[in-house]
Nanobody, 128 residues
């Protein structure tokens, strides 16, 4: 049974930083695609960043967060991270980690249906 558990969310002022973590259990997550998504009420889930499986771990970041957010992973502990700097009020959302348990290379952001396991989410609130 694959389980993903996010942590690290909270409330910060604009310009602040947070680091989200996603612990994976039940399989070797770092060998496969892992990603962060976010969603606000009434809007579609938005891809934030992806990291390919294996040691190479090619990363991709959405244009809206490029230069401010960084995805990474600890292959020993099997933990996915999202470092978020220079936070803006528009970054306020529920953040989810997700994996494609059968594919190393991550699909494009809009192909959310390819992700077969999701965490419960962690709330990030940025005040101006």
């Amino acid at each position: 049974q694959v389980r993903l558990a996010e942590s690290g969310g909270g409330s910060v002022q604009a310009g602040g930083s947070l680091r989200l973590s996603c612990s994976a259990s039940g399989y070797t997550a770092h060998n496969y695609c892992m990603a962060w998504f976010r969603q606000t009420p009434g809007k579609e889930r938005e891809g934030v960043a992806t990291i390919d499986g294996g040691g190479n771990g090619l990363t991709r970041h959405a244009d809206s967060v490029k230069g401010r957010f960084t995805i990474s992973k600890d292959i020993i502990k099997d933990i996915l991270y999202l470092r978020m700097d220079s936070l803006k009020p528009e970054d306020t959302a529920m953040y989810y980690c997700a994996v494609v348990s059968w594919e190393r290379v991550c699909p494009p952001f809009h192909e959310t249906h390819e992700y077969d396991f999701w965490g419960q989410g962690t709330q990030v609130t940025v005040s101006s």
